[in-house]
Antibody
Framework: EVRLVESGGGLVQPGGSLRLSCAASGLTFSTSWIHWVRQAPGKGLVWVSRINNDGSSTSYADSVKGRFTISRDNAKNTLYLQINSLRADDTAVYYC?????????????WGQGTLVTVSS | QSALTQPPSASGSPGQSVTISCTGTSSDVGGYNSVSWYQQHPGKAPKVMIYEVSKRPSGVPDRFSGSKSGNTASLTVSGLQAEDEADYYCSSYAGSNTYVFGGGTKVTVL
């Protein structure tokens, strides 16, 4: 069974930093491309970032570029999202999700999410 | 990276059909056969229902179908059932290894 489990969320003050983690099991992590998607309370899904299987290629939404950094440790089957200079509008549930692959442009397995709250 | 446009709500009676639209631009929806549709029940993670415009993952009922014309994609749910009541989101590849989601549509089964 494929499982993606996010952690690292919490309450942080504006301007602060957090590192989110996504622990994967039940899949060949080292060949999987992974995305981060976030959802503000009561709002829609927003694509955040993507990393390829070996970490050599990353991409970001304009709204987070320069503040967020995606990375991975294939030896630990874990994905990370370093979030800096946090703002109130970064408050959201952050999901990691696996890319289906083969030009599908779709995400087939999702974690349950971790909540980040930015507030003073 | 502007969000794709979806109607905020749609509804139908059990057994009827409902169609949700998703409008983008030639830089996303119209430029690639990369539209996906996700179903999200309250408090749950999204689930992919359609990928590559019209393909269904294993296990998704054939009541769910997708199509695209120009810059607008559509999801049709036929034979509505109570469990289909959920939020639905479209997404598309937007070039340069980026993606964009729609604002979401709340489907109500009357």
């Amino acid at each position: 069974e494929v499982r993606l489990v996010e952690s690292g969320g919490g309450l942080v003050q504006p301007g602060g930093s957090l590192r989110l983690s996504c622990a994967a099991s039940g899949l060949t992590f080292s060949t999987s491309w992974i995305h981060w998607v976030r959802q503000a309370p009561g709002k829609g899904l927003v694509w955040v970032s993507r990393i390829n299987n070996d970490g050599s290629s990353t991409s970001y939404a304009d709204s987070v570029k320069g503040r967020f950094t995606i990375s991975r440790d294939n030896a630990k089957n874990t994905l990370y999202l370093q979030i800096n200079s946090l703002r109130a509008d970064d408050t959201a549930v952050y999901y990691c999700a696996r890319y289906m692959g083969s030009g599908t442009y779709s995400l087939d397995y999702w974690g349950q999410g971790t909540l980040v709250t930015v507030s003073s | 990276q502007s969000a794709l446009t979806q109607p905020p709500s749609a509804s139908g009676s059990p057994g009827q059909s409902v169609t949700i639209s998703c409008t983008g631009t030639s830089s996303d929806v119209g430029g690639y056969n990369s539209v996906s549709w996700y179903q999200q029940h309250p408090g749950k993670a999204p689930k992919v229902m359609i990928y590559e415009v019209s393909k269904r993952p294993s296990g998704v009922p054939d009541r769910f179908s997708g199509s695209k014309s120009g810059n607008t994609a559509s999801l049709t749910v036929s034979g509505l059932q109570a469990e289909d009541e959920a939020d639905y989101y479209c997404s598309s590849y937007a070039g340069s290894n980026t993606y964009v989601f729609g604002g979401g549509t709340k489907v109500t089964v009357l």
